[in-house]
């Protein structure tokens, strides 16, 4: 079960009205004939890096953060299955290029979705594959990216030291997760990093209600957030 600070920290839940469009295996291979091999029939297989992306594209619009955003059970059901495949695959791409830092950042955002998917095994995959990634390419986005994910998953001490360095390293937009997480032990201090994030981005609409909210005297457990991303806060009594 997570608790009511996931529901802020992933604040931007929607259902999608288009259906969810299954992963076609055999697209997502490429296949080419070796001319090189004696055999009559010698392909050599490789995957299909555009189709990949888009796929996960797809499922991270939907499973990349909690709660899932399919219209159907059904849509639902077809994307883990997806997933499960997916998550196989690059297993098996990484023990051929365990160098590959953008493998390591697929197979950690795969696991941020099993994760959102109760899978058990995914908050493993997610934590070591982001390390992994950051150890090899230090990119405060994806810091940023991996702080919001320890959060979701109950992990605060670490979320708030990776939100904090991406912040450092010039990624802006880890401010609001920074405000979410510090909201129940250190309001003041949270409100604050609020501030600054709606200063920087006053088009967020969502940032600028919560901290109208709180500035109206509401907490944590006063609020809550809707399927369409609207802020519900009640005035502390």
Not at 47 to 76: C, H, M
Not at 101 to 118: E, K
Not at 163 to 192: F, H, I, N, T
Request: net charge negative.
């Amino acid at each position: 079960m997570r608790n009511l600070l996931v529901v802020f920290l992933l604040f931007s839940a929607v259902v999608y009205a288009d259906s969810y469009q299954r992963m076609d295996f055999d697209k997502l291979m490429k296949y080419q004939k070796n001319d090189s091999c004696a055999a009559d029939k010698c392909e050599t297989i490789s995957i299909n890096t555009e189709y990949l992306d888009e796929i996960i594209q797809q499922l991270w619009l939907r499973a990349g953060e909690y709660p899932l955003k399919f219209d159907s059970e059904v849509d639902k059901k077809a994307a883990y299955v997806d997933l499960l495949k997916l998550l196989k695959l690059l297993e098996f791409a990484l023990e051929n290029n365990p160098n590959s830092s953008q493998n390591h950042l697929t197979y950690a955002r795969l696991g941020v979705m099993a994760y959102n998917f109760d899978n058990p095994k995914g908050a493993k995959i997610a934590n070591s594959s982001y390390q992994k990634f950051l150890s090899m390419d230090n990119v405060a986005r994806v810091r940023g990216e991996y702080g919001a994910f320890l959060a979701s998953s109950m992990q605060a001490q670490q979320a708030h030291q990776q939100l904090e360095q991406a912040v450092a390293d010039g990624y802006r937009p880890a401010l609001y997760s920074l405000a979410l997480l510090d909201l129940k032990d250190k309001p003041e201090q949270a409100q604050k990093k609020l501030e600054e994030y709606v200063q920087e981005f006053p088009n967020d609409k969502n940032a600028s209600d919560f901290l109208q909210a709180l500035k109206s005297g509401a907490t944590l457990l006063d609020c809550s957030a809707d399927l369409n991303a609207n802020v519900d806060c009640k005035k502390k009594k």
